[in-house]
């Protein structure tokens, strides 16, 4: 066992925390900063200079040589170029480490190879990166030495968003101005800014890194591209909150000591549904906060995995037939004097503000399904979303059995003067005490389901960004809380103008409650008569961004611009494209070097058994039969894989875009199919001593 850890010490270690600018900073310029942080102003470049030369002592006082702009480009991670304080020597060769206000508070990178949608092209390729000052700096410990990185925006020349954090911040402006006219018009005049909480739980796979390099797969694509099932799968269910094995144990100590060291709140840990897979919980926190943390996250995740031997998986779905990973993102409203807008109390059923924040939810949620949906849309969790995992592609709410009727009784009578209970649990163990139960039990199928004071929106692939599901959130929410504000604060008669509202906004979009099964065929049927959309892949979500609703509600909030939204368009068709031109390319490569060659070999043992057996006296037959079984799938392989050699061919030809994305969707994704179908046949058949890479069993067992 390794030393204790003192959690109060360590926590925040490596963060330029507020605290440490009171100790640090002259009272004026820490004021300073305390009032843009509260009240989104902008930082004198005086101001700037005195904060970054005490950010630059704490970072040097901490070893750090290096600062570096942390920001998140459309990539989905994150970007860092390092410089160092070092400066011009004197003339004595003296050299003094400097870092000035200019420097913390620009930068730029050069930005031309990040992608940018067609809204940068490379001769014009200055990006900025900005600033936020609502994010603490932090210094990063990896084998470079300690750097201390400062959370930027990015942003174009003429300040279009390259990123996923200058729309995210955009939108809590947004969400925050329409929310403070609803908690206004109710009377908490007090409240000056409400803004987006979030929580994001985060799932990943671990796998020993030694196997892991021995698969291609795993390296380029980051998912197994071929692989049988092992003999033991998740179905004993032993392995969801089971004894956590040491290895990974003491890989989770070190995981957490270094989250804890950056400030972020690891709060739970457990393995998960699938073997070899596990998830980690943070305390939820400001969203933007939250969407830099779920970064550091997985980047840490990554990094110890390292130093374990360990490799750690983030993709939505590293194995077939056993789960995927997703990242919970839950999701709450609060205003700055602690009133959570999400919080129903004891009797929702009389909670005004309440049912009317959740009447604008519903409407959010129902108007903008497709928009949601497109922002929990990446290349791998297309094997989740709509394909026989959690959650189901089509977008509905969970509210519980108590809500529900709630909602029932407004949409059908107006007034909802009736609220089912929670009971009284009975252990029928006179030892332990009886418990109040929750008025609602949970459903873990539903996408976007309401959890006490918060909704958790279910469908976030494991290794995207949470900038934009949260953008979306935000941006939706507050489109229906302005519609709503904009009628009552011209109401002559208050209280039944929000009593109609209500009642309004839940008849017209009780359609997108579904408290049932989401995995049933029942329910795919049941939301196509409810009109709700079924949007099954990335490729057909994408177009959801520039609809006319899209562009209306982005840019009179002010969030995105057409262009920046047709940017993104680009980008992801791109993204989607280059990400199966890649899997493509490494299964061509795995067959044809690695499973025909290693099949071949084994066709003419089994040939040399077969003579040598009949030569014998004995009959080959098992052999012989063998034999033929495994000639015959090395064919169907070789075709299969001539088959993916001319798509792929004929995909790299098309245009970029949409049309290149389909094609890659529909035709080669099918033929990597057929591929995988054969080789995972011979993987079955063939002598395991000579199977060219560790299979599932090796990968999800022997850690
Ligand atoms: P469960 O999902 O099992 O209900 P928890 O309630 O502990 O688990 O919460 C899961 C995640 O939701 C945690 O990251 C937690 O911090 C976060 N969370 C809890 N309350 C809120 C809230 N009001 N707003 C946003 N996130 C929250
Ligand atoms: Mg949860």
Not at 428 to 444: C, Q
Not at 680 to 689: G, I, N
Request: aromatic share 8%.
């Amino acid at each position: 066992m390794s030393e204790l850890i003192n959690v109060e010490k360590i926590f925040g270690e490596n963060v330029f925390t507020m605290n440490k600018m009171k100790e640090r900073l002259p009272r004026d310029a820490y004021k300073e900063v305390k009032r843009v942080i509260e009240k989104g102003e902008e930082l004198s470049l005086e101001t700037a200079d005195i904060v970054a030369k005490a950010m630059k002592d704490w970072a040097v006082e901490k070893g750090a040589t290096h600062f570096s702009h942390w920001f998140q480009p459309l990539t989905g991670i994150t970007a860092e170029k390092h410089d160092s304080f070092i400066t011009h020597p004197d003339e004595e060769g003296k050299m003094l480490m400097e870092f000035s206000g200019k420097e913390l508070i620009k930068g730029e990178p050069d930005a031309s190879s990040f992608p940018s949608g067609g809204l940068r092209t490379t001769f014009e390729a200055r990006g900025y990166t900005a600033w936020d000052i609502t994010s603490p700096a932090f210094i990063k410990e990896a084998a470079t030495g300690p750097i201390l990185c400062v959370p930027t925006a990015f942003c174009s020349y003429t300040g279009e968003a390259l990123d996923k954090k200058t729309p995210l911040l955009r939108s809590m402006e947004a969400i925050s101005e329409q929310a403070l006219r609803i908690v206004h018009l109710f009377g908490n005049k007090e409240a000056k800014r409400v803004t987006p909480s979030v929580g994001a739980e985060q799932e990943y796979f671990l796998v020993d890194q030694k196997k892991a390099l021995l698969r291609e797969d795993l390296l380029f694509a980051g998912r197994t591209l071929f692989g049988a099932p092992a003999p033991k799968g998740q179905e004993l269910e032993d392995h969801y909150f089971g004894v956590i094995r040491e290895r990974i144990g003491a890989y989770m100590r070190d995981l957490n000591e270094e989250l804890w060291k950056l400030g972020v709140t690891a709060k739970t840990q457990h393995n998960e549904a699938a073997p070899a897979q596990h998830e980690l919980a943070p305390i939820y926190e400001t969203a933007n906060i939250a969407a830099d943390h779920n970064q550091i996250v997985m980047e840490t995740m990554k990094r110890v995995a390292a130093y374990h031997g360990l490799r750690c998986l983030l993709h939505e779905k590293p194995f077939a037939g056993v789960n995927g990973s997703g990242k919970h993102n839950n999701w709450s409203i609060t205003t700055d004097n602690g009133m959570n807008l999400l919080d129903p109390g004891e009797t929702p059923n009389e909670n005004i503000q309440f049912l009317l924040v959740l009447a604008c939810i519903m409407k959010a949620v129902d108007t903008h399904a497709d928009l949601l949906r497109q922002s929990a849309a990446d290349v791998g969790n297309d094997h989740r979303l709509g394909a026989n995992e959690a959650p189901p592609a089509i977008i509905s709410i969970f509210l519980g059995e108590q809500l529900e009727d709630v909602v029932s009784q407004l949409v059908e009578t107006g007034v909802a003067s009736n609220l089912i209970e929670g009971d009284v649990m009975k252990t029928g163990v006179s030892t332990i005490p009886d418990f109040e139960k929750d008025a609602t039990d949970r459903n873990r199928t539903s996408p976007f389901a309401f959890t006490g004071n918060k909704f958790e929106f279910r469908m976030v692939g494991s290794s995207d960004s949470i900038g934009s599901p949260n953008t979306i959130l935000n941006a939706i929410v507050a489109e229906a809380f302005c519609e709503a504000a904009d009628r009552l604060e011209g109401a002559e008669d208050f209280e039944r103008e929000v009593h109609d509202l209500i009642k309004e906004y839940m008849t017209k979009h009780q359609r997108i409650i579904f408290n049932g099964d989401g995995y049933s065929e029942e329910w795919v049927k049941e939301a196509e008569r409810r009109g709700l959309p079924n949007i099954s892949s990335m490729v057909e979500s994408i177009e959801s961004l520039t609809t006319d609703k899209s562009v209306k509600l982005f840019e009179r909030f002010g969030i995105f611009t057409r262009a920046e939204l047709l940017s993104r368009q680009e980008v992801l068709y791109e993204t989607y494209a280059k990400t199966i031109h890649i899997e493509a390319l490494t299964m061509i490569e795995m067959a044809s070097k690695q499973i025909i060659p290693a099949v071949t070999n084994y066709t003419k043992t089994l040939a040399d058994t077969v003579i040598a057996v009949s030569q014998a006296g004995a009959e080959a037959v098992v052999q012989k039969e063998l034999l033929v079984e495994v000639s015959n799938l090395l064919k169907e392989t070789r075709d299969a894989l001539a088959a993916l050699k001319e798509a792929e061919v004929k995909a790299v030809s098309l245009p970029r875009g949409k049309e290149q994305a389909s094609f890659y969707k529909e035709v080669v994704m099918k033929c990597m199919e057929n591929l995988r179908i054969p080789a995972d046949k011979l993987e079955m058949l063939v002598d395991k001593r000579i199977w060219p890479f560790p299979t599932y069993a090796d990968l999800l067992f022997e850690i």
